[in-house]
């Protein structure tokens, strides 16, 4: 098992010593029952107990102690009328039956300790979906058999009319090993009694049974897995994105073009589209090929479209630097599942925006657990002192939910990453890097809490710790972009301005839309060369348009002696965003006649106008016009 840690082209075997391969931290939740992992932070340690080894009643039906005492005070051969166990008998919808199965069969974070079976799963756990690597682009498995995410994709299970029990005993059996084909017969009756016509095999062979084609089973790690999601052999999608495909399963000796060219022979409807469709959004924003951003966007907002890929495509788009996806995401807080909504809470928290704000504190009053705790996260650190009574109490209560379950798993170290970069936004500095430092004495490779903690350390003025814990960070992680960037940037500050720049230089190859790096570079080459600033801030300009960065742009081309550019770029920076205040300076400074200097000065008094205008800005205002007018 432990030698098949690699899931991913050029990732090396996880050691069997490796404390992601404990059994505290990655077997008791599954393997044993009703445990308390009884960790102590201090020591290091567990006192881990357990009432039963394997899955026992209360895994499934709850508590037992009603249960017992019931049976034990019925009259002998009599039989309670109550038997005060929660599940079994029709008392729990489909829905229900599928949550109790859900927490060992899904790759989630848990966000509670008190699950109860009957309870919803997303009040309880998180899921982790496309976004990770262990999944194909089309959603297949590539690593373990997380069976609820390819579920999830299932139409079948979408219709509502599907549970795990339809299919399986309460222990996991599968009820119709005989007849497999009596499974799919309440609803596709007509195509179990003649299966060659919709399989194109013989009726008595391994290729008329349904799961043969629509639940096709896999290895990993010496075990079998089945494909939950239902959905047809799909070979098209082998030959694009390497993932299996039930024809060639079981017809080794052919390859996956062969296999497509007899289902489009076969289907006259091209079934293959939309999954090809979905899964090459998903390759695209894993490679942050943002192109295909207005499909990407047109999928999350389509009523129709599936919520795993929509969630994953949310979460992906993090990474996206264009403001165009914000209305976009903005509409998926609203979005029937919670996982969807509880993404868009995630992702808004790098909004900047009164808008978000608003959506967020709406979002911590959610019905679900989950989305309460990700609007709280995100709104760490924003200005929403404004929320007054009902919604205050409520974004307070929301946020006494995300510090509880970031404490459900005290063991692992993104617990205390996740509770450093709250601390960080509500600038509890100390804190944030004790917090940070944690987390990498647990997962010493860890490189987002070292760069975290090194931002920090280099934000309170100790450059030499943030130096040490970057150059550690590039060390363990030479490729990654995000150490390489931070390190330019100390590097910057240290005044080493060469190694800065070989390291910006080195982000801006490999990610040319990094519009922070452009504008960081032409501040560290202007000191060389304002002509040779100008083509990076024009690039980071063009990929974020914004008051700063024409502010900028303007400023290297008055000081390369291109005064009639620069003021051509505030001026247009003005008429956009006239509430800029350092744009007037500039200006005003480019004024070579008093005439051109009292229409700087017009357009300020202009601006102090407007009553919308925020108090600060005001003030910077009046203060500029006094310092102009002497």
């Known amino acids: 098992m432990a030698a098949s840690g690699v899931r991913h082209a050029g990732d090396a075997p996880v050691s069997w010593r490796d404390q992601t391969y404990t059994f505290n931290t990655s077997c008791y939740g599954c393997h044993v029952s009703q445990t308390s992992i009884n960790y102590s932070a201090e020591t290091d340690s567990y006192s881990t107990t357990w009432k ?50 859900a927490p060992c069969h899904a790759q989630m974070t848990p966000i509670s300790t008190g699950f109860v079976p009957g309870e919803s799963f997303y009040d309880h756990y998180d899921l982790t979906t496309l976004e990770d690597q262990d999944w194909y682009p089309d959603g297949r498995d590539l690593g373990e058999n997380y069976t609820l995410n390819t579920w999830k994709l299932s139409p079948c299970v979408q219709s509502g009319r599907l549970g795990c029990m339809h299919c399986h005993t309460s222990s996991g059996r599968f009820i119709q090993v005989q007849h497999p084909n009596k499974a799919c017969s309440p609803c596709h ?89 979905r899964a090459s959004l998903i390759k695209a924003a894993r490679k942050q090929n943002w192109k295909q951003l207005p499909n990407i966007l047109t999928y999350i907002n389509n009523p129709n479209s599936n919520e795993i890929f929509v969630a994953s495509l949310i979460r992906l788009l993090r990474s996206c630097p264009s403001a165009e996806k914000w209305p976009a995401i903005s509409k998926t807080t609203r979005h029937p599942s919670p996982l969807v909504r509880s993404a868009a809470c995630t992702i808004l928290a790098d909004w900047n925006h009164h808008d978000s704000v608003a959506l967020l504190a709406t979002a911590t009053g959610d019905p679900v657990r989950l989305v309460r705790i990700r609007a709280a996260a995100s709104l760490a650190g924003k200005p929403y002192a404004v929320a007054e009574g009902t919604l205050n109490q409520q974004i307070s209560n929301a946020t006494e939910e995300y510090l509880e379950a970031l404490y459900t798993r005290p063991d692992v170290w993104t617990t205390h990453y996740n509770l450093g970069n709250y601390y960080r936004k509500t600038k509890q500095h100390i804190k944030a890097i004790s917090a940070y430092t944690k987390a990498n004495e647990l997962a010493p490779q860890a490189i987002a809490p070292m760069v975290n903690c090194a931002i920090l350390h280099g934000n309170l003025g100790d450059l030499t710790k943030a130096n040490t814990l970057l150059s550690r960070a590039h060390t363990l992680a030479p490729k990654n972009m995000t150490v390489l960037y931070n390190l330019g940037l100390v590097e910057a500050e240290r005044g080493r301005f060469n190694a800065a720049e070989q390291h910006l230089r080195t982000v801006l190859t490999a990610h040319p839309d990094f519009e922070r790096a452009a504008a960081n570079l032409a501040s560290i080459v202007s000191q060389r060369s304002s002509h040779e600033a100008i083509p990076f801030v024009q690039k980071a300009y ?27 770029v ?61």
């Open 189 to 277: 009756e007509e195509k179990v009694q003649t299966p060659e016509v919709h399989t194109m095999h013989k009726p008595d062979s391994a290729g008329s049974l349904c799961i043969s084609c629509h639940m096709v089973k896999t290895q990993f790690a010496r075990m079998d897995r089945s494909d939950h999601s239902m959905l047809p052999p799909t070979p098209a999608a082998t030959i694009k994105f390497g993932s299996p495909n039930a024809c060639n399963v079981c017809h080794t000796d052919k390859d996956a073009t062969w296999a497509d060219n007899y289902v489009r022979k076969w289907r006259k409807r091209d079934y293959q589209k939309p999954i090809l469709h």
């Open 542 to 568: 063009k990929l974020n348009p914004t008051p700063a960065n024409a502010f900028a742009l303007a400023y290297y081309l008055k000081q390369a002696g291109e005064k009639e550019a620069a003021t051509s």
């Open 52 to 101: 039963e080894a394997g899955i026992n009643c209360e895994t499934c039906h709850g508590p037992s102690a009603d249960h017992v005492a019931v049976c034990t005070d019925a009259p002998k051969g009599t039989t309670p009328d109550d038997l005060k166990i929660l599940g079994g008998k029709g008392k729990f919808s489909i829905q229900q039956n599928t949550d109790a199965c």
């Open 570 to 630: 505030l001026k247009a920076s003005a008429k956009q965003w006239p509430a800029y205040t350092d744009t007037y300076i500039l200006l005003y400074e480019l004024a070579e006649t008093q005439e051109e200097q009292q229409r700087v000065l017009n357009s300020i008094q202009e601006v102090l106008k407007n009553k919308q205008l925020q108090p600060e800005k005001k003030a910077r205002l009046n203060s500029i016009l006094q310092q102009i007018i002497g």
